[in-house]
């Protein structure tokens, strides 16, 4: 296993969540989700690929790299490792914005609590409906994964195309779940929100993967050479 590969993972899952706290907590809308949230979410997916995707994959959250063991593309030896690295960049990402978080003026800025995901909340949906919508997507995201990188398809492009899906799916997630899509970036931002963000923290790390898994398996039938 490779020690630089397993930093890639936690230097870009620590941008991605870096850049949408950011973006959440101290835009010019603060929590309103929406486009700039969205925007954020995937061009700085796409920009980390290209920095650090030569050394790791640029799975950059454990949906994705569970999913692409089902499909065949990535070792299960090397899960684990990459599911607590991509965790533990996410949560120093959320950590360092509860740090600036503490001086910001009064009204300057949303806490991390307000963009945490959630369900049967005010702002959110009912749990059912979490579920599905969170599976859904991940299970669109594993394809698109597994087939922009399949042979045939150009080199080069695969970062482009999963960041303008991550940007749509944060769109249509977020009034329903405050979109999650990624396991670690609900962890960073349950760990320093509330006890109903921490209890229903296990939602966002299960529906994700099973819909990733399930995207993988099918993934891995219909581009099967």
């Known amino acids: 296993m490779s ?6 993972e936690s230097i870009g899952t620590f941008a991605y969540v870096a850049v949408l706290c950011g973006t959440l907590l101290l835009g010019p809308a603060p929590v309103s989700g929406g486009l700039p949230a969205a925007l954020a979410a ?9 920095a650090l995707g030569g050394v790791s994959g640029c799975h950059f959250n454990p949906a994705i790299t569970l999913g692409l063991v089902a499909a065949g593309r990535f070792e299960t030896r090397l899960a684990v490792p990459y599911v607590i690295a991509q965790t533990i960049g996410a949560s120093i990402a959320a950590a360092g914005f509860w740090l600036i978080l503490l001086t910001a003026p009064d009204g300057a800025a949303s806490q991390l609590s307000a ?4 369900f049967d909340a005010g702002g959110t949906f009912p749990f059912a409906a979490v579920m599905a919508a969170e599976a859904l997507a991940a299970a669109m995201l594993l394809m698109l ?3 922009a990188t399949t042979s045939g398809v150009p080199a080069g492009f695969a970062p ?20 999650a899509l990624n396991p670690a970036r609900a962890t960073a931002f349950a ?18 993967i099973l819909g990733a898994v399930a995207g993988g398996l099918f993934a891995r039938w219909i581009n099967e050479e």
Do not use: E, Y
């Open 3 to 8: 020690f630089k590969a397993l930093t890639a």
């Open 42 to 50: 995937g061009l700085t997916f796409t920009a980390m690929c290209f």
């Open 115 to 118: 963009a945490a995901n959630r």
């Open 145 to 147: 994964f597994v087939g």
């Open 160 to 179: 482009i195309g999963i960041g303008f899906l991550i940007t749509a799916l944060h769109l249509v997630l977020w009034p329903i779940s405050h979109a």
């Open 191 to 208: 760990l320093f929100s509330d006890l109903q963000a921490l209890l229903q923290l296990w939602v966002f790390w299960v529906a994700p």
